[in-house]
């Protein structure tokens, strides 16, 4: 019976709890739209400021009172000023003292100052418990309503109770809250945001390399060559013909790098007979961005089928078309159709609508709000089995497209293979040793491996 009724009064609601004073120093920006966001919580909030005078921009529910004053009516300071000001707060320190005081700057550069924000803080007021929160934060997000990509609050603190009483506002205030650890970590926190899509940098800088790469292996063999030995001008072939070659062979290659560092990393694993050994820096890194590459390559398949659906549309392919009924006519003969050409195009068609479709599915899962809301086994059935279909597929599409040139010596301009043939290296390279991966007599042991087994446990780290 007592637990029962325990287990019912922890489920009641308790009506008696009251949003503790909440004291906030700065009424800039960030600090009006917490203030109001607060408010709107249910939170009193009161605003320390060198003036006193009401204004129309602080929300008409708080209390404006000295920076002293303020402070001894709440238990939670949030100092939403920069660094630069942070002087003022030395001769409030024995207020200060005890109470929670949250630091929420940013600076303008990485790295500006040899310790964070946050620490700095807390050698000032050494009496007070400084946590880090709400910097990740933007006042437009606060008023309009925190989205998917700004509602994540990072939280540091020396003072486990003082960070848990930050992190309850967080909550409160309809945001996520994610602890890293002590005060150690304000500096990566503050660093964060100024940060331009970290994630991003060596997928873009190697999309744009391969592109500059494949683009003037194409000038070359397309546009160069035929100028020189054919005395052909096709330089229009730069708008449409030369990037609706290179974005299929990108999109395929920035698919195979996808599904690439994690059999590279089996292959590891199976070589150390063991998993608990960090993989190479390099590896790790790249891993990491495989999200970021695979909707890299979605934005290319995208474009190249954008750009095969325009090709009827271009006066170089009516020309060619026109020019082909003319020569029949005029030689009064009509050609045959040829089957096998028919099964070849109907083929690489299907494959590449195929495996479009798949492409899709796999970079629509990748986005948090549909990640979200499937569970692990779903999300990794799709992002592995799904999308190794997909390369597959994809893979399939080009061999059919292009396969006919590889034994054709005309392909061989200067000596140099064709694009598409460039292309099946990785893929194929990456679905030849999964092939072999998933063989019984490797499958297991990695599979051991991956469950804790050790070949050699001297060797664990």
Request: glycine share 6%.
């Amino acid at each position: 019976m007592n637990t029962n009724s325990s287990n019912i009064m922890a489920l009641a609601p308790n009506t008696s709890n009251k949003r503790e004073t909440v004291c906030i120093f700065g009424t800039g920006d960030f600090g009006r739209a917490l203030g109001h966001k607060m408010i709107q919580s249910g939170y009193p909030v009161v605003y320390g400021s060198r003036s006193t005078q009401i204004s129309n921009l602080i929300p008409k529910d708080a209390e404006v009172l000295s920076h002293a004053e303020a402070a001894q009516k709440a238990a939670i300071i949030i100092i939403a000023i920069q660094r630069q000001h942070y002087n003022f707060l030395t001769p409030l320190a024995e207020i200060l003292r005890g109470k929670v005081v949250v630091d929420i700057s940013n600076n303008l550069k990485l790295n500006q100052y040899p310790e964070s924000n946050a620490e700095y803080l807390a050698q000032l007021l050494p009496g007070a418990k400084v946590v880090k929160a709400f910097n990740t934060v933007s006042a437009w997000a606060l008023q309009s309503g925190a989205l998917d990509a700004s509602r994540q609050v990072f939280v540091c603190g020396d003072d486990v109770e003082a960070k848990q009483m930050v992190m309850n506002i967080v909550r409160a205030l309809g945001l996520t809250p994610l602890d890293q650890g002590s005060l150690l970590a304000a500096q990566g926190i503050e660093n964060y945001p100024l940060q331009l899509f970290p994630m991003w940098k060596f997928p873009i800088f190697l999309s744009l390399g391969l592109t500059a790469f494949f683009f003037f292996y194409c000038l070359a063999l397309d546009v160069i060559y035929t100028y020189v030995y054919e005395k052909n001008n096709f330089s229009f072939f730069i708008a449409i013909t030369i990037p609706n070659r290179i974005c299929p062979v990108m999109a395929l290659i920035l698919l195979a790098l996808v599904y690439l560092p994690g059999v590279l990393a089996a292959i590891i694993q199976l070589y150390r007979g063991t998993k608990y050994r960090r993989f190479p820096d390099w590896l790790d890194k790249w891993m990491l961005c495989r999200k970021q590459l695979g909707l890299i390559a979605l934005a290319f398949a995208s474009l190249h089928a954008v750009f095969t659906l325009v090709s009827p549309m271009r006066a170089f392919v009516r020309w060619r078309t026109g020019k082909g009924i003319i020569s029949q006519a005029l030689n009064n003969k009509t050609e045959p159709l040829d089957t096998t050409n028919a099964w070849l195009s109907d083929s690489y068609l299907a494959l590449g609508i195929l495996g479009f479709f798949f492409f899709v599915l796999v970079g629509i899962t990748s986005l948090p709000s549909v990640s979200n809301s499937v569970n692990w086994r779903e999300f990794r059935f799709v992002q592995s089995k799904l999308g190794y279909l997909t390369l597959i597929l994809c893979t399939a599409h080009t061999l059919v497209y292009g396969g006919k040139w590889f034994l054709s010596p005309s392909a061989y301009r200067w000596y140099l293979p064709n694009i598409y043939m460039l292309s099946l290296v990785v893929p194929c390279t990456v679905l030849v040793v999964k092939f072999v991966l998933v063989f019984p007599c490797v499958d297991k042991p990695l599979t051991q491996i991956r469950q804790g087994w050790e070949r050699n446990p001297k060797y664990s780290e």
